[in-house]
């Protein structure tokens, strides 16, 4: 089941093995609903400074944001594409909402992996949001993103 993630790791932050193994089936639950099992994906921890460069060369965004998804439409790869998370986000969010890091990252996690699959909250009619929260209360995180998001 593991290596499904492909963890690149560009902060301080340490995460520990049993949160890489719950992103790990985070991301099964989201690959088996969508039919997708044997797919990975990639995610990238780093600063508001690496976030804001991608924010502004792939979206004209010249600002830090929370997390990104650069998916990879090809049928022959087995990899999805890339999510990348600001840790400098996660943690502002994270204390501002009382929550731990790690919640926090699995939130920012299963928003970007839905991106990756194709849900889009900025032009479907709440699919994206309706599929996050189905999720996010199955892990059973707070329901932060959501309120935040909608």
Same mark, same amino acid.
Do not use: W
């Given at each position: =089941? &593991? ?5 690149? +790791?560009?902060?301080?932050? !340490?995460? +520990? ?17 969508? +039919? ?11 600063? +508001?400074?690496?976030?804001?460069? $991608?924010?502004?060369? @792939?979206?004209? !965004?010249? =600002? ?17 594409? /890339?999510?990348?998370?600001? $840790? ?5 969010? /994270?204390?501002?909402?009382? @929550? ?10 299963? @928003?970007?992996?839905? @991106?990756?699959?194709?849900?889009? &909250? ?5 699919? &994206? ?15 932060? $993103?959501?309120?935040?998001? /909608?």
């Amino acid at each position: =089941m &593991h290596n499904k993630i492909d963890f690149i +790791n560009q902060t301080d932050y !340490k995460a +520990n093995q049993n949160f890489l193994e719950f992103l790990e089936k985070i991301l099964e639950k989201i690959l088996r609903d969508s +039919n997708l099992c044997n797919k990975q994906c990639e995610l990238l921890l780093v600063d +508001n400074p690496t976030i804001q460069a $991608l924010n502004c060369s @792939h979206r004209n !965004k010249d =600002m830090p944001t929370d997390v990104l998804s650069f998916p990879l439409e090809s049928e022959f790869s087995l990899l999805l594409g /890339s999510i990348v998370i600001s $840790l400098d986000f996660v943690k502002s969010t /994270s204390a501002k909402l009382n @929550h731990s890091l790690e919640d926090e990252i699995a939130l920012l996690f299963i @928003h970007g992996a839905l @991106h990756l699959i194709g849900f889009d &909250h900025e032009i479907d009619n709440g699919e &994206h949001r309706t599929k996050e929260e189905e999720i996010i209360t199955f892990f059973n995180l707070p329901k932060s $993103l959501i309120t935040r998001n /909608s």
